[in-house]
């Protein structure tokens, strides 16, 4: 597509339920990332994918959190067992490469845990 | 630890005025700045960077100064236009690092 996409845009859930978001970058660009928004924050860091190698994991904030990317494209973010701290902005984002400043961002999924 | 500031959760200015944004940031290791410009709903779109070498990049109506011995930089709009109105994101990394840490943004509300 012409754009990242992210589905879906809306996420309402229960406490305790499990998720999963999607993110579909631009064709051709090899490095893809997780950032998530709360209220009244900026952007923080979650996961990054580049390429082939092992994904940087370091800014996902606790073990419920995962992510994978298959074939090097589409990827998904899943939160186990939400809670309400949870809720949140949850943002995708790829580029060319890793070296390539700009990043293209989706419009992002608002979860929301009851 | 909030490593990118912006202290200014909104500004307000006229159309055809000049508006300034404001970022501090606390690590000397970053090296390269960036504003990302956000519209409701919307994923933030890239604006306009700036290397550590550099002391200001232009580019069309947009402008971004670096001051790197007070560690602040700032976004200049002129002449600021309705459609301007959005939050803006100061960005920054080491070039040797992918990650982006981000501000909280400003909301730029520009008005006719």
């Known amino acids: 597509g012409a754009g990242v996409s992210q589905s879906p845009s809306n996420k309402v859930t229960e406490k305790g339920k499990d998720v999963e978001l999607r993110c579909d970058p631009i064709?051709?660009?090899?490095?893809l990332y997780w950032y998530r928004q709360s209220l009244g924050q900026g952007l923080e860091f979650l996961i990054y994918?580049?390429?082939?190698?092992?994904?940087?994991k370091s800014g996902l904030p606790s073990d419920r959190f995962s992510a994978e990317r298959t074939g090097g494209s589409v990827s998904t973010l899943t939160i186990q067992r939400t809670q309400q701290e949870d809720s949140a902005v949850y943002l995708c984002?790829?580029?060319?490469?890793?070296?390539?400043?700009?990043?293209?961002f989706g419009s992002g999924t608002q979860l929301s845990v009851l | 630890d909030q490593q990118v500031k912006q202290n200014s959760p909104s500004l307000s200015v006229q159309e055809g005025r000049i508006s300034i944004l404001n970022c501090d940031y606390t690590?000397?290791?970053?090296?390269?700045f960036l504003w990302y410009k956000k519209y409701p709903a919307e994923g933030p779109t890239f604006l306009i960077s700036?290397?550590?070498?550099?002391d200001k990049n232009e580019d069309g109506r947009f402008t971004v100064f670096l001051n790197k011995s007070a560690k602040h930089l700032s976004l200049h709009i002129v002449p600021s236009q309705p459609g301007d109105s959005a939050v803006y994101f100061c960005?920054?990394?080491?070039?040797?690092?992918?990650?982006?840490?981000f501000g909280k943004g400003t909301l730029l509300t520009v008005n006719p």
């Open positions: 984002a790829s580029s060319v490469d890793r070296d390539n400043e700009k990043l293209f």
């Open positions: 064709s051709g660009h090899t490095a």
């Open positions: 994918f580049q390429g082939n190698s092992a994904p940087d």
């Open positions: 690590n000397s290791m970053f090296d390269y």
């Open positions: 700036i290397s550590s070498i550099k």
């Open positions: 960005a920054a990394r080491r070039w040797s690092n992918y990650k982006l840490t």
